[in-house]
């Protein structure tokens, strides 16, 4: 399992309010990039299931399923790792993600963080 520290909840929200997100049909990735001035190593990375997704058991199976799916994209995709490392990223999940396996997660994530990788290189 991949080990990255969290975002805080004032990271999350100013991460949350200045980014576009990518889209799937399960989850949304924000990024951020990490600049020179914040004195980060490694980026970080939080993982969000809100409320409207149903109760606690729901919310917390999400976030699994989305730890699952970054460490199954990551071992696919190790060049992925350089995007995880270079970046604050936010997972959140949708409410589609409560059909859905940490494998299918994982082919979304690997979409669209290429897709990041390749909008942040511009």
Not at 34 to 47: E, T
Not at 55 to 65: G, L, Q, Y
Not at 111 to 119: A, C, I, N, T
Request: aromatic share 4%.
């Amino acid at each position: 399992m991949i080990k990255h520290d969290t975002l805080t909840s004032d990271e999350i929200a100013r991460i949350i309010k200045s980014g576009r997100p990518q889209k799937s049909r399960s989850l949304f990735v924000f990024a951020e990039p990490l600049g020179l001035k914040s004195g980060q190593k490694r980026g970080k990375i939080a993982y969000i299931a809100p409320k409207r997704l149903g109760n606690a058991v729901c919310r917390n199976r999400s976030k699994r399923v989305l730890r699952a799916g970054i460490s199954l994209a990551l071992s696919k995709e190790p060049n992925l790792l350089n995007v995880c490392d270079n970046n604050n990223i936010i997972l959140m999940a949708r409410a589609d993600l409560k059909r859905v396996s940490s494998y299918q997660v994982a082919g979304e994530l690997v979409q669209l963080l290429v897709k990041l990788e390749k909008g942040l290189s511009r």
